[in-house]
């Protein structure tokens, strides 16, 4: 397989996991109007560092906006200079398919296709103005039916393994940055009813709250949703769970590695992995929550680093391979002539 064809695939399903993740965020956050003690301050601010531009949201929309529900969903909808927006993602998405369309089947190809369609068109903007929560939720099904529709059409072979490999580590990350949204800030005791608010949000922005509830006998809390969500190994959306799937599809991948070629990407999730299998929510609150959340987000990326320096980026790959063997071959000559 092509580099250029590993590369779309791996960010389409990165993008889309992004469209899934923001959508059930925002409907989630838009729907706690009702709760009382919710501020508007907590619901939004965090969504707009969530995507890493509270910068360009200040320079470009106003400091005096970050309260603004509304100022925050439109601008994390729908602005298409901002890089994390549904709308730039759903963009991203659809323009990696584009680029491997010759390994995508017919059905998979038209679910994104569909989707771009009716965000760029003016029914998608009429629901988003009549009816919020069906317009998110729209957007989740969407990307609900690609996966399913490529799951069940397309060839399980290295395209769809770096489809799969996207979506595992995209999802890791995301899942800690979500916990991370909705913890309480240092030094904040929420009352009881306001507590339970944040942390069924939590549950289902991670559409983990029938789960959480089938699996833990322990009441809700903060310390019962943080732990099933970093640790379960049966929850999808888990953050060790998500691990353990992209240690399968690394391996998957590596079965057809040259001999002695060295992958980094390998050595980095296990890193991540092995430190992840050997904590407790003991050793989480120890270190800090967001300290453990933050490092989890950062160990992420620099996985996909190493993912494109190993299989996206294969030129320089193959020419550090390169040197390095004919580097061995010519020791013994070396030491040879040395004699």
Not at 66 to 78: F, K, M, N, R, V
Not at 170 to 179: F, P, Q
Request: charged share 25%.
């Amino acid at each position: 397989m092509i580099s250029r064809v590993a590369e779309g695939c791996f960010w389409l399903a990165r993008y889309l996991e992004r469209v899934d993740s923001l959508a059930r965020l925002m409907d989630v956050r838009h729907a706690l109007h009702i709760d009382a003690g919710l501020s508007s301050a907590w619901r939004w601010r965090p969504l707009v560092a969530l995507t890493g531009q509270e910068d360009d949201f200040r320079r470009r929309v106003g400091a005096e906006l970050l309260d603004d529900g509304e100022a925050i969903q439109q601008y994390l909808t729908w602005d298409a200079d901002h890089p994390s927006s549904l709308f730039s993602a759903a963009r991203g998405a659809r323009e990696n398919a584009r680029t491997v369309r010759e390994i995508m089947s017919l059905e998979a190809w038209e679910a994104i296709n569909d989707l771009w369609l009716w965000l760029q068109g003016s029914d998608s903007r009429r629901l988003y103005q009549r009816n919020r929560s069906g317009f998110y939720e729209r957007m989740v099904q969407s990307t609900l039916l690609f996966h399913g529709v490529s799951h069940a059409t397309m060839l399980h072979d290295e395209p769809f393994v770096f489809m799969e490999l996207g979506r595992a580590v995209e999802r890791a990350g995301v899942t800690a940055s979500i916990v991370d949204v909705h913890r309480p800030a240092d030094g904040e005791e929420p009352a009881g009813d306001v507590d339970a608010a944040r942390w069924v949000a939590l549950l289902r922005s991670c559409c983990a709250f029938d789960p959480f509830f089938r699996r833990c006998p322990d009441p809700l809390s903060g310390k019962a949703v943080t732990r099933f969500l970093l640790f379960d190994r049966s929850f999808p959306r888990s953050v060790l769970y998500n691990l353990d799937q992209a240690r399968a599809l690394l391996f998957a991948v590596r079965r057809n590695d040259p001999v002695g070629l060295p992958r980094r990407s390998r050595t980095a999730l296990e890193r991540l992995r092995g430190e992840l299998l050997q904590m407790d929510l003991a050793d989480v609150e120890q270190r800090g929550l967001h300290s453990t959340l933050s490092w989890i987000v950062g160990a992420t990326e620099r996985l996909c680093d190493t993912i494109h320096y190993d299989y996206l980026d294969p030129p320089n790959a193959w020419l550090r391979h390169c040197v390095g063997v004919l580097e061995s071959l010519s020791a013994p000559l070396r030491d040879t002539r040395a004699a």
